[in-house]
C-alpha cells in the first residue's frame, strides 16, 4: 500500500493533480501521508502506581506519540493498567507488578521514566531520601542497561542531584552509558518559575519563559529571570521588577517542593504539577526521537558547561536524544552569585552519587 501510494504520487505529482489518471491524485495521497500515525514508540514508567505515577500513566495514555505504554511498579500496578487501558487512544497498556516482569516492561523501549521512589515528609530535605532512593534507582537502572541500553532515561525520583549520577555510573559499569541519553526531570522548577514570574510581571503565565539553571534541590534550582521571555511582547520584563521581587521569586522557586511539601502535611510532596512537568519533558523527548525542529527544555544532564559534571540548563533534543547541551547565556550579576553559591552543594550531591554506585 505504501510503496505503491510512493509511486502513485510521484507519478500524480509528475502529471498534475488534474490529469485523467486511475491513480489517486497527490492531494489524496498527501491526505493519506497527513493522516499516518507517527513512528510506533514505546514509553515505560517504573513507579507506575505511585502518586506521580498513576496521572504520569494517565497523560501518556494520552500522548498519540505514544504507540506503547509498559506500566511497572511493585506495588498496585494492574489496578492502574487496567484502569488506564480503556481510554480509546492510540497506545497499548500493558501492567508489570513484579521485579520478575521488569525485563518485559522494559525491552523495547524507547523512553523510560523513574518516578519509582519515596517522597519527602515536612521536615526532610530531597537528600534524606537518598537512602531509600538510590538503591531503588541503582536496581532499576541495571534492568535498563540489560534490556533497553538504548533508551533514553527521564530521572524524576530524588535526590535528582544524586540519582542522575547513580545512572551514569551503573550504565558506565554495564557498558551501556550514552550521556545524550540521561536526563533529570526539572522541568516543574521552570513551571514554577514561570508561574511566579508570570504573577509578579502581570503576564499571562502560559505566556512566559523562564530557564532554570543549576540542580534541583534548594540553593542549586537558579531560575534565570534576567532571560525571562514574554511571548506576548517578546522582551524581557525583568527591568519592571525590583531587586527584591527577583530575590523573593528566586527563593520561593528554589523552595516550590518543600511548599508543597508543607501543605501536603504528610501526604506526600508535589505529584499533579510534577506530572505535568514530567509528561512535558518526556513528549519532548518523544518529538526530539521523531526528529521535530527546535525541542528545547532544561534538565540536569552530564555537562561541561560549567565545572561540574553535571548540571540543568537548556537542552536542544533531537533523533538521538541531546543534540546540544546549550550555553547559560549572559546572568546577571545575582545569577553569578548564584551560580557560584550552588556549585560546592551540587558537588558533593553528584559525587555522593558516583561513590554510592561504585561502592554498593
Ligand atoms: N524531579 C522532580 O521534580 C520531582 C518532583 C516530585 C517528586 N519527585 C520524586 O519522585 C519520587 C516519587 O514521588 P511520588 O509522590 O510519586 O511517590 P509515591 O510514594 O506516591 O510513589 C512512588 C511509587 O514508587 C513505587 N516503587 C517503590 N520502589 C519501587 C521499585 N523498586 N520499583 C518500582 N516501583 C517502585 C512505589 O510502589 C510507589 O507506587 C520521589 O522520590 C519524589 O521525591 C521528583
Ligand atoms: O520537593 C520535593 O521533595 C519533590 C520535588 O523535588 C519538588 O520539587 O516538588
Do not use: W
Amino acid at each position: 500500500m505504501r510503496a505503491s501510494l510512493i509511486r502513485s504520487a510521484g507519478n500524480a505529482l509528475r502529471k498534475g493533480s488534474g490529469s485523467p489518471s486511475s491513480a489517486p491524485s497527490a492531494r489524496i495521497i498527501l491526505r493519506y501521508y497527513a493522516s499516518q500515525p507517527p513512528p510506533e514508540r514505546k514509553v515505560a514508567i517504573l513507579g507506575a502506581a505511585g502518586g506521580i505515577g498513576q496521572p504520569l500513566s494517565l497523560l501518556m495514555k494520552l500522548n498519540p506519540l505514544v504507540s506503547r505504554l509498559a506500566l511497572y511498579d511493585i506495588a498496585g500496578t494492574p489496578g492502574v493498567a487496567a484502569d488506564v487501558s480503556h481510554i480509546n487512544t492510540r497506545a497499548e497498556v500493558s501492567g508489570y507488578a513484579s521485579e520478575e516482569q521488569l525485563g518485559q516492561a522494559l525491552e523495547g523501549s524507547d523512553v523510560v521514566i523513574i518516578p519509582a521512589g519515596v517522597p519527602r515528609k515536612p521536615g526532610m530535605t530531597r537528600d534524606d531520601l537518598f537512602n531509600i532512593n538510590a538503591g531503588i534507582v541503582k536496581s532499576l537502572c541495571t534492568a535498563i542497561s540489560k534490556y533497553c541500553p538504548d533508551a533514553i532515561v527521564n530521572m524524576i525520583s530524588n535526590p535528582v542531584n544524586s540519582t542522575v549520577p547513580i545512572a551514569a555510573e551503573v550504565f558506565k559499569k554495564a557498558g551501556t552509558y550514552n550521556e545524550k541519553k540521561l536526563f533529570g526531570v526539572t522541568t516543574l522548577d521552570v513551571l514554577r518559575a514561570k508561574t511566579f514570574y508570570a504573577a509578579k510581571a502581570g503576564l499571562p503565565a502560559a505566556d512566559v519563559n523562564v530557564p532554570v539553571i543549576g540542580g534541583h534541590a534548594g540553593i542549586t534550582i537558579l531560575p534565570l529571570f534576567s532571560q525571562a521571555i514574554s511571548s506576548s511582547d517578546f522582551q524581557s520584563r525583568q527591568e519592571s521588577l525590583s531587586h527584591e521581587d527577583v530575590r523573593a521569586l528566586t527563593k520561593r522557586t528554589q523552595d516550590g517542593g518543600t511548599e508543597v511539601v508543607e501543605a501536603k502535611a504528610g501526604k506526600g510532596s508535589a505529584t499533579l504539577s510534577m506530572t505535568y512537568g514530567g509528561s512535558i519533558f518526556a513528549d519532548a523527548c518523544l518529538k526530539g526521537l521523531n526528529g521535530a525542529p527546535d525541542i528545547v527544555e532544561c534538565s540536569f544532564v552530564q555537562s561541561s558547561i560549567t565545572e561540574l559534571p553535571f548540571f540543568a540548563s537548556k537542552v536542544k533534543l533531537g533523533r538521538n536524544g541531546i543534540d546540544e547541551v546549550q550555553g547559560l547565556g549572559t546572568l546577571s550579576d545575582f545569577e553569578k552569585e548564584g551560580l557560584e553559591n550552588l556549585k560546592a552543594e551540587l558537588k558533593s550531591s553528584i559525587e555522593k552519587g558516583i561513590k554510592f554506585a561504585n561502592e554498593s
